[in-house]
Nanobody, 128 residues
Framework: QVQLVESGGGLVQTGGSLRLSCAAS????????MGWFRQAPGKEREFVAA????????YYADSVKGRFTISRDNAKNTLYLQMNSLMPEDTAVYYC?????????????????????WGRGTQVTVSS
């Protein structure tokens, strides 16, 4: 198993930036394919970004492409989400997620049902 704890959320003005972190503990972080999701009030949880064990392989939702960057530091057991040019519609609770991918260094996942482990989330609020 792996335990995930998000941090770095907060209140920011439109056009601002935040960097979210997700600290992992438990099993070897480098064995997992990782993702970020978000959930706004009254809406379903939606995919934001994913990264394979091979950190050169990433994938983004169209809504954040060019503004957000997902990365990982396996030595620090940490996943990151750099968010730039934030907009009010980015306001949500952001969650990191993990799925065991020891069999493949290139696989990534984009749906909630594909992930086995979740953090509790961190709130991001973008004011207009």
């Amino acid at each position: 198993q792996v335990q995930l704890v998000e941090s770095g959320g907060g209140l920011v003005q439109t056009g601002g930036s935040l960097r979210l972190s997700c600290a992992a503990s438990g099993r070897t972080f480098s064995s997992y394919s990782m993702g970020w999701f978000r959930q706004a009030p009254g809406k379903e949880r939606e995919f934001v970004a994913a990264i394979a064990r091979n950190s050169a392989i990433t994938y983004y939702a169209d809504s954040v492409k060019g503004r957000f960057t997902i990365s990982r530091d396996n030595a620090k057991n940490t996943l990151y989400l750099q968010m730039n040019s934030l907009m009010p519609e980015d306001t949500a609770v952001y969650y990191c997620a993990a799925r065991d991918a020891h069999y493949s260094g290139t696989v990534y996942y984009t749906t909630t049902s594909q992930y086995s482990y979740w953090g509790r989330g961190t709130q991001v609020t973008v004011s207009s």
